[in-house]
């Protein structure tokens, strides 16, 4: 199906339009504008995708990404980087985050190979030692201090290949066969219908 080719620009536009369509207002003060922010980070990845719905093949990655904070608790997430068996990967999202238990939950799109994810967060520790003066002026103006620096996330990921929603979009004949053939998604999801992911990120500060 063409539109499936122009799918990931589409929800490119989506998620960039959410992320703008957020409040900057800090809850419970109603007259002090959010400062945007934004954490950097490294992404070491494992995981498993399911080749044609039956084989289990093993990948690894290791990314950079950026998670900018558009209100208190929603972020757009971007990162890059090397994968094998793919050789690069790159997502982006959008998410929400939950200061007090420290959890996340984001979505969005896997350009090449083409997923679609959602994605589980929780903090596994923090770091407040050695923070520079701007981090701190900056923690300080956000009524914060350095025991609120996130240091360290373990992430679940769960994704759906583009494959996978064009076969469940346009059906299968008697012998389990895509009516259309397999067609461009195929490649474009390197054969796989289902991928879980585990990762840690470190954040930088």
Request: charged share 20%; net charge neutral.
């Amino acid at each position: 199906m063409h539109f499936l080719k122009h799918l990931w620009v589409v929800l490119v536009a989506l998620i960039i339009t959410q992320a703008h369509a957020q409040t900057d207002i800090i809850p419970g003060q109603s007259n002090a504008p959010f400062e945007h922010f934004g954490q950097n980070y490294i992404d070491a990845n494992v995981g498993l995708a399911l080749l044609d719905g039956e084989f289990p093949f093993p990948g690894v990655s290791f990314l950079f990404g950026r998670r900018s904070f558009r209100s208190e608790s929603t972020f757009l997430d971007a990162e890059l980087g090397l994968a094998f068996p793919s050789i690069a990967t790159a997502k982006l999202g959008v998410g929400h985050y939950n200061p007090a238990s420290g959890r996340s939950v984001a979505a969005g799109i896997r350009p090449w190979p083409a997923h679609v994810y959602f994605q589980f967060g929780r903090e596994d520790n923090r770091c407040g030692e050695d923070v520079k003066p701007r981090v701190a002026r900056r923690l300080k103006r956000r009524g914060k201090d350095a025991s609120d620096i996130l240091c360290g996330e373990s992430i679940l990921s769960i994704e759906a290949s583009a494959w996978l929603l064009q076969s469940l979009l346009e059906g299968r004949d008697e012998y389990g066969r895509l009516l259309s053939g397999y067609g461009d998604t195929y490649e474009m999801s390197m054969w796989s219908t289902l991928m879980v992911t585990w990762s840690h990120r470190w954040y930088l500060h």
